[in-house]
């Protein structure tokens, strides 16, 4: 499936407004029928990073926000590589997280929260071949 193309913004509260718009009014159904909620609070853990790599999000990511889109495609594209999320505090993985890979590097989390129900986590792009390799030794998900 292709991605969707990238988009640029004037600056974060323009893309919070098309982020509202697009998923913070209704779940987003994945192409297997798991219905994902992105609340408001949501938006700063996905188009924000940490400037001096202290966890503190702290700066608008435009790398990030372009592909705003893709997080939808993602979810909805039936080839996508599914594998369980690793849990960094139980050190373990865990099938109620699922890493969804598409366009060979671009990674979307969520966690499900029932049987048909999953909140978004997080979406990037990886940048560390390492960590993709990691990533993609994991277990597939369901």
Known sequence: MAMPP???FADAVECGKHYKQLYCSGPIPTFDGIMVRF???DFLHLF???????GNKDTFSARRAERIDW??????????????????????CRPDRRV?????????IIVLTDAK????????????????????ASPKWK
């Open 6 to 8: 990238l988009k640029t």
């Open 39 to 41: 609340d408001r609070d």
């Open 48 to 54: 924000f990073e940490s400037s001096n790599r202290d």
């Open 71 to 92: 997080i939808k495609a993602a979810l909805q594209d039936p080839k996508a590589e599914l594998f369980q999320g690793y849990d960094n505090k139980t050190k373990i």
């Open 100 to 108: 969804c890979v598409v366009s060979g590097d671009y990674v979307v």
């Open 117 to 136: 129900k999953a909140k978004i986590v997080t979406a990037f792009v990886i940048d560390d071949p390492e960590v993709l390799k990691s990533l993609k």
